[in-house]
């Protein structure tokens, strides 16, 4: 009868240290994949636990704005300093290092709406393909070439961001980031219409 009761009683604490067993795995998987990027402005993209806890498709509508866009903001940030470092035209060397400054204040202020929160949401980013690809793409470009594709990458880039912005500041869940979302707007159809106009 005792053994019963041992059996029993251990079950709940080996199915806890089951359950435990994987989250460690997975914050550990995040966490690395987290580290190989070197995030914009700062070391302020961190995991404190509540970002990654959750995954990326049961996140909500809150969480996955502010994951895309923090993930438009490196994007930006990245393609910006490689526009600086090897475009062949100064007034794309310019909008780069725009585009740096901006969304540098973007992700501080991304991060500020978010703690305002209740509860609080933490920016995840995670470059999509499309994104990751862009970059790629824009490191191995050389000369006229590369300045073709970053003005054409930063058209398709900066209308994808006006929706998104547009979109959850229209119908968005979270008053903090639908208003960073408003104040976005205008910012990122300023870049659209100067990055046509190059």
């Known amino acids: 009868m005792k053994k019963h009761h041992l059996i029993l009683g251990l079950a709940p604490a080996l199915a806890l240290a089951a359950c435990g067993g994987n989250e460690t795995a997975t914050n550990t998987t995040t966490a690395d994949n987290m580290a190989g990027m070197d995030m914009p402005g700062d070391a302020n993209w961190t995991d404190n636990g509540a970002g990654n806890a959750m995954a990326a498709e049961a996140a909500s509508p809150g969480q ?4 895309d866009v923090g993930a438009s903001d490196y994007y930006e940030i990245e393609a910006g300093k490689l526009a600086q470092e090897k475009a062949q035209a100064q007034p794309l060397k310019d909008f780069g290092k725009l585009m740096v400054e901006h969304h540098t204040a973007s992700t501080d202020k991304l991060k500020a709406a978010g703690a305002k929160a209740s509860p609080a949401i933490t920016p995840s980013p995670a470059l999509s393909v499309e994104q990751e690809a862009g970059l790629e793409a824009l490191r ?4 006229a070439a590369f300045d073709t594709a970053y003005k ?13 912005v547009k979109g959850y500041a229209a119908t968005g869940d979270v008053p903090e980031l639908k208003k960073f979302a408003s104040d976005a707007e205008k910012v ?5 219409t100067k990055i046509k106009g190059l």
């Open 140 to 143: 191995q470009a050389e000369g």
């Open 188 to 192: 990122v159809q300023a870049h659209l």
């Open 64 to 67: 996955k704005f502010a994951n």
């Open 152 to 164: 054409a990458q930063q058209i398709a880039a900066h209308e994808k961001a006006l929706t998104l």
